[in-house]
Every structure is written in C-alpha cells, then in structure tokens.
C-alpha cells in the first residue's frame, strides 16, 4: 500500500515537473522562434509547422500503438499468444511510413534553404540596407559600409525594408541569431557568410539576439538588440549616429575630467589607453580594438545587453556604478574579458584612483 501511494506522488511531482517546464519555456516569448517577425522567419517558421504536425502524428501514432497492443496482449490466464514469424505486408508498411514521412520534411526543408540563402548583392533592391557583422569575444560590431555608421551591441533598420547582413568573425567562431527575425548562421574567420531578412513590424521593444555557437568563457554574455523602427525614427537614429559625440565643453565638470583621462596617451603606466582602443568621434579617441564608444549614452543596455541601460533619468545613478564596477574590473561583470591575448580590457581598478574611474565612468554615461 505504502509503495503504490509512493509510485503514486512521484507521477504526480513528474507530471508537475513536465507542467512547470512548459509553463516556462511558454514564457520564452521573445526569442522564440514560433512569433516570426520577417519574412526570413515565416520562412523557417513554415518548416517547423510541417515538422510539429508530423512529430505529432508520430507520437501519437507510436504511442497509440503501444498501449492498445499492450492492453491487447496483456498476459491473462488460459491464454497464450499465437506465435509467428514474419509478416511482409506489415514490414513494407512500417518501412514505407517513415520514408514518406522524411521525403515529406525534406522538400520543404531543401525550397527553404535555396529561398533563404541570399542572392549575389547586385540583386538586392535599391533601398536595401547593408550591414556588416563582426563577432568578437564577446561583443558584436556592426557597421554601416552606406551611412558611415560603426556602433556596437544593437542594430537598427527600418521597418519593411530588405537587410543584408555580412557576417565575419575577428578571433573565433560565433554565430548570430535573431530568433523572430533570422535563423542562425555561424561567423566564421578568414570566412564571409550572410543573411538576409525584411522586418515586417516596428516596434519599440528590441528584438533580442546572441551568439549561438560556444565561444568561451562569456559565450552567454554575448547577447545583441535589433530595432525595427518605423522610417522616420530609423532617419533621426542614423542623423544622431553620423554626427560626431558631445563636446566636451558641454558635459558636466565631472564628465569633461573623464574626458581629458579617456584621451590620454598615458592614462597608467604599462597599459594602453583608452584611446588605443575605443573610438569617439569628434575627439582624439580613435582605436578600432574595442567597441565604438562615440554615443555609447544613447544605448539602451550596457555590455552586450547584459545590463539594462540609460534610459530614464531615474537610472543615471545605477549606471554610473555599473560603468564604474566594469571600469575597474571587466571579469566582475563578463568574465574572461581581462586579459584577453588579443585585445583584453584591462581591470583600470588596479591602475587608476577612484576618483578618476568616476570621472571616466561619468564621461561615458554622458556621450548621447
């Protein structure tokens, strides 16, 4: 009795358990790959929906089979099951069914990779926009080759409007994935491969992307923002990103300190310059290492979207201390990226006052 009663809570705590995992993966909204958003995404969409059907019949079928020739069958007493041997009808059945189940997810399959791999560029539409991806350890770099635009961590295209995206690797491999927008395709060094997709809704929240190829020790850490804006916003985004950052004459008295640290040429001995690595327009920074930091402000999320970002007043505090925790060491926030062999930021916290990485820290919050 005691052991049926056992068999009994441990079904029930599996059931709960298999409830609660559905429940959950249901939450995963925004980088589900069921909610496409792009013409890209129906596409692989369409495939899963072939897919779901006949796994479903599978297992149903599979499933079926098995219970109603178990209760069948069952041992009962006086009866003995009639032994045989072979059945030909039965084995072309079960092999045909399988065969007819994978020719129907291949061909739809093979249409839709020959439709999502993406045409030379001299067949892509005159208001096509063309961006080029580079993953690095662990943050994304995208540049616009046609509007003069180098920004990190968060991409912006305009709404119903082709996107060729080119995807290069500067160290590893890695691989972007926009899941309601575009499936993913590894970034490969010494390699170019590309994606193309056209956003069919605007919207204000970010579409959530990531490096979905292992990558070491921050892989999970190496996330992105795409933003489908409506053209008008997509215009004053690009009119903001071309321009040249802030004058520092125009910051505040803390901000024009961190100023003058950030363009140094020595900022501590035995390390390079922030200058060395980071570019902002309009100033003596102009490094190509590390990420472009010209309207760093303007972001919505901090560190390759770990972090949320400046938006709202309300949050100028609680950034600062987020770009100061990262200033004087990295590894706190995304660990791995101090002391890279290739480009490594290093933990300023052990080089630098207090005082001046609040300056620095200040500096950047204020770059709008």
Not at 131 to 142: K, L, M, S, Y
Request: hydrophobic share 45%; aromatic share 8%.
């Amino acid at each position: 009795m005691r052991l049926d009663l056992l068999r009994r809570r441990r079904l029930i705590a599996t059931a709960a358990i298999l409830v609660l995992g559905l429940a959950l993966a249901a939450c995963s909204d925004p980088q589900s790959t069921v909610n496409p958003k792009s013409d890209h995404a129906d596409t692989i969409n369409d495939v899963y929906i072939i897919v779901f059907w006949l796994a479903l019949v599978v297992f149903v079928g599979v499933l079926g089979a098995t219970l109603a020739l178990s209760i069948w069958f069952r041992e009962r007493p006086g009866r003995v099951a009639n032994q045989f041997h072979g059945n030909r009808r039965l084995e072309v059945v079960w092999t045909l069914i399988p065969v007819v189940i994978l020719v129907a997810i291949f061909v739809p399959t093979v249409a839709a990779i020959s439709d999502l791999e993406p045409d030379d560029e001299v067949d892509l539409p005159a208001n096509a926009i063309v961006i080029e991806a580079i993953g690095h350890q662990w943050w994304f770099e995208f540049r616009y080759p046609g509007l003069g635009i180098v920004t990190a961590n968060e991409l912006h295209v305009p709404v119903d409007t082709p996107v060729r995206v080119t995807l290069k690797s500067d160290d590893v491999i890695h691989s972007f994935w926009v899941p309601q927008l575009a499936g993913k395709v590894d970034m490969v060094p010494g390699r170019t491969h590309a994606i193309q997709f056209t956003p069919n809704e605007a919207r204000d929240e970010a579409y959530l992307g990531q490096c979905a190829e292992f990558c070491g020790t921050s892989h999970a850490n190496m996330r992105f923002r795409v933003f489908v804006d409506d053209r008008a916003t997509f215009d004053a985004w690009v009119a903001n990103e071309t321009a040249d950052a802030v004058p520092v004459e125009s910051l505040s008295a803390l901000a024009q300190e961190g100023g003058a640290l950030f363009t140094s040429y020595v900022l501590a001995v035995g390390a390079t310059p922030c200058i060395g690595c980071h570019t902002v327009k309009g100033s003596l920074a102009s490094g190509v290492i590390g990420p472009n930091l010209t309207h760093v402000g303007s972001r919505s999320t901090l560190f390759s979207g770990i972090r949320d970002g400046f938006e709202g007043a309300e949050s100028a505090d609680r950034v600062q201390r987020e770009l100061e925790r990262w200033i004087s060491n990295p590894d706190d926030i995304k660990p791995g990226v101090t002391g890279r062999p290739n480009g490594g930021m290093p933990a300023w916290g052990e080089l630098l006052s207090t005082e001046q990485i609040t300056a620095i820290a200040a500096y950047l919050r204020e770059l709008k």
